[in-house]
């Protein structure tokens, strides 16, 4: 977004500098790219005047600058002559969008370029290059240079995309007043066209027609503006549209009213339908494409870009004035597919004020008939632009609980009206409404945003969020988790709140939540999961020369697209090799049993069972386990899908973990260690027979629920028999609570037994 100095002060009262204004705009969260004053085009005398040896039509000049020494320019103006002064335009020099620099025209070097008044968005003529008086000081500027400033616009601030909403917020801010615009209303006029819309897709259109215009150049306050953020001024009707597209923030677009054939549609575009734009380029349509179009088929790609059959011209007398507010989610997936972005496209895509479209119509249209002439013969409007209702409940309390330090309410009240908004207040109950060009504040934490970004982020005071914040018991146990898996040799990771939807059809079967508008492409949901994002980084790293990894990552998944349908979820994944290669050991790859590990260390020493049913889309089907607390699932681990990793261009072996729900672990429901034991530990060894297809976690599991003071087991032994069975040997660990006497360390020994040979279907080993 680009505009003047001499722009912004038409909406703000103020005498502070350019400078002051960027860096007030930068503390308040528009990110100023820069601050400049264009080089303009001198005034230069031609002193020498000779044929270009390699050209029939260019000229070789000698110009005075000014500056005592001739400067060599080739120049293919047929006025060029010696004695004329005119304009030259200098290296650096931006004309027309484009920089000047020194070069060779045809074998001859040229320092410069003699400008036509159009170039310079003086006038329309092209035909030769610009002749000043006689009395033009060599070397003066041409053309008022004007301060420029260009800032990049995050998506959450469409209302940025205008002169005027910027003014709005740097008054709020304090660094002057706010000059309210006094514009005209829409007025329908009975004419000949009518609008008519054939899809919900358009929220309002406004159509104005004039009649009986003679075609010419831009006031020169519109064209200089216009110059100066490097728009090329065409004509009046061309350039207003353009003008009220950074003034106001509203998309517009001129037709040429005898070129269209009846009356005005807006319609989606019939699959296969053709379309060519005012380039030339020819796009073929889908049934999800708006366009608007008359009884001969499509004028308009709607809010992208318009067609080359109803194209003004200079020559072109009668207009028709489009004004519209267009679905967002439209426009944009319309532009990317066709891959086309214009400046219409980029505030359409971010959401503009649906109440303005009326008063830009009658405003450019004022600003066409001021240069041109003409009448309007036709106002038409459909649809509504009523401003969204919009009402937030909030509380000025609510600013300490999410920022960490008080603002008082009459503090808070003060920069809500200076930036638009409008409170109902019923004692400490108020009822926020937002002006309309703020499309993005829908909830109390953005309220909360403009207040501490107009009050100052230089005055929040550490100390102040430091005594104020404390840590709820759940984000001390999420820190806890994290330590643990850091102390386990695992690195954080964090990735972005979206995921893709090819890849998490991939992994599983969780509803996908998509994302109407997506900021990419390749982020189009709400992640359901967050191994999809790691598995991302993994091949990414891997493609990279960075195979061997150990990330974590915790962070909230959702499981729809409503207000609290989230959870908080814990992946892990360990790629490569466990560690670099050293001579002092045998290095090996990653297995489950790694991750498996890593589960363990967040059980705090808890019981469970292992089963190896139902492997997940990720998963391996043979190299899988999950971890469960009765019927419940605590977390799962195993190897990524070799179809899976294949897909997503992995080639290094991948490992994975995940606790779906961390409300699900001890440590998370508990919030504390086990308290250690008084007593010493005691081991017990058992053998048992079993058939060969038995798991040893099946047996493991159920031993060590035959009593709660087991609190280990580790399987020592396995091997295969001859008649189809297996022998699996393990130790117990027992931790007393109290003295135990032999017969009491029998009993639980008969406990285990008993529980192993019924459940397992095993026999005790007897030698």
């Known amino acids: 977004m680009k505009w003047t100095n001499d722009w912004l002060k038409e909406y703000l009262k103020t005498d502070v500098s350019p400078d002051v204004i960027a860096d007030t705009l930068t503390h308040i969260g528009l990110e100023v790219e820069d601050v400049c004053a264009p080089i303009s085009p001198i005034a230069a005398k031609i002193v020498e005047c000779k044929p270009h ?14 500056t005592g020494t001739l400067r060599q320019v080739v120049c293919g ?19 027309g969008g484009h920089e000047i620099i020194p070069g060779k025209l045809r074998g001859v070097m040229s320092n410069g370029m003699m400008c036509s008044g159009k170039e310079l968005g003086i006038n329309d003529d092209h035909d030769g290059i610009i002749e000043l008086p006689s009395d033009t000081v060599i070397g003066a500027p041409v053309l008022e240079t004007k ?10 601030r469409p209302d940025y995309l205008s002169v005027r909403g910027i003014a709005l917020d740097l008054s709020a801010a304090g660094v002057g007043e706010y000059i309210v615009p006094t514009d005209t209303e829409f007025k329908s006029v009975s004419g000949a066209r009518h609008v008519n819309l054939n899809t919900d897709k358009c929220g ?21 503006r216009l110059t100066a953020i490097g728009i090329n001024p065409k004509n009046a009707a061309i350039d207003a549209t353009n003008y009220i597209c950074y003034d106001m923030g509203q998309p517009m677009h001129c037709f040429d009213a005898d070129k269209i054939n009846g009356d005005i549609t807006v319609r989606m575009a019939t699959p296969g339908e053709k379309f060519t734009d005012l380039f030339g380029g020819e796009h073929e349509l889908t049934e999800n494409d708006m366009v608007i179009a008359d009884d001969s088929g499509i004028l308009a790609l709607a809010g992208v870009i318009g067609g080359a059959r109803g194209a003004t011209t200079n020559d072109t007398k009668n207009i028709i004035l489009e004004s519209a507010y267009f679905n967002p989610v439209s426009v944009r997936k319309s532009a990317k597919r066709l891959g086309i972005s214009t400046d219409s496209s980029y505030r359409y895509e971010r959401g503009i004020d649906p109440t303005m479209t009326g008063r ?45 330090f008080d603002m008082d309410a009459d503090t808070q009240k003060s920069i809500l009206e200076r930036l638009g908004y409008t409170l109902k207040i019923n004692g400490d109950k108020w009822t926020v409404t937002p002006r309309p060009g703020r499309v993005d504040v829908e909830i109390p934490e953005t309220i909360v945003a403009d207040l501490v970004r107009i009050y100052g982020y230089d005055k929040v005071g550490l100390k102040e969020i430091s005594d104020s914040v ?28 979206f995921g893709n939807s090819v890849v998490e059809e991939l992994l599983t079967d969780k509803p996908i939540i998509p994302v109407a508008n997506p900021i990419i492409v390749d982020l189009n949901t709400a992640r359901n999961c967050l191994l999809g994002n790691l598995l991302i980084a993994v091949s990414n790293n891997e493609k990279r020369g960075y195979p061997d990894l150990n990330l974590f990552e915790l962070g909230p998944v959702f499981d729809g697209d409503m207000p609290g349908q989230q959870h908080t979820q814990i992946v892990i994944v360990r790629t490569g090799a466990i560690s670099p290669k050293h001579w002092s050991a045998r290095n090996r790859n990653v297995d489950i049993y790694d991750v498996k590990s890593d589960l363990i260390a967040l059980m705090s020493g808890q019981r469970f069972t292992v089963s190896s049913d139902n492997a997940p889309l990720w998963a391996h089907p043979f190299r899988y386990g999950a971890l469960y607390q009765g019927k ?4 799962e681990f195993g190897e990524l899908h070799p179809s899976v990793a294949k897909k997503l261009r992995i080639k290094t072996n991948v490992v994975i973990a995940i606790v779906d729900d961390i409300t699900n672990l001890p440590s998370r429901r508990q919030g504390k260690q086990p308290v250690l034991s008084d007593f010493q530990p005691i081991t017990r060894d058992f053998a048992f027979i079993v058939d060969s297809d038995t798991p040893a976690e099946k047996l493991t599991s159920v031993a060590r629920s035959a009593d709660n003071r087991i609190t280990d087991i580790v399987v020592f032994d396995a091997f295969d028999l001859s008649d189809g069975n297996k022998s699996i040997a393990f130790t117990i660990t027992i931790q007393p609570t109290d003295n135990m006497s032999d017969s009491d360390l029998q009993e639980l020994q008969s406990k285990v037994i008993s529980a192993v040979e019924k459940k397992c279907n095993a026999k005790i080993r007897d030698k």
Do not use: W
Request: neutral net charge; contains cysteine.
């Open 470 to 497: 404390t840590q709820t018991p759940n984000q001390e146990i999420d820190l806890e988790l994290k330590q643990r898996l850091a102390n386990r040799g695992l690195n954080e990771t964090i990735t972005f709140g």
């Open 77 to 95: 103006a047929p006025n060029a002559r010696v004695g004329l002064i005119s304009a030259l335009a200098l290296p650096g020099c931006v004309i």
């Open 53 to 66: 040896e390699n050209s029939d039509h260019l000229h070789v000049l000698m110009v005075d600058d000014g």
């Open 147 to 156: 301060t420029v400033f260009d800032a990049g616009i995050t998506p959450n």
């Open 632 to 635: 419940k699932k605590i977390a």
């Open 204 to 224: 309002a259109y406004k159509m104005v027609e004039i009649h009986g215009i003679n075609m010419a150049p831009s006031n020169k306050i519109i064209a200089s």
């Open 360 to 404: 830009a119509a009658m405003r450019a249209a004022q600003i066409i008939m001021d240069a041109c002439g003409g009448k309007i013969v036709g106002a038409c409007a459909a649809g509504s632009d009523d401003a969204p209702d919009i009402k937030i409940a909030y509380t000025p309390k609510y600013f300490a609980q999410k920022i960490g």
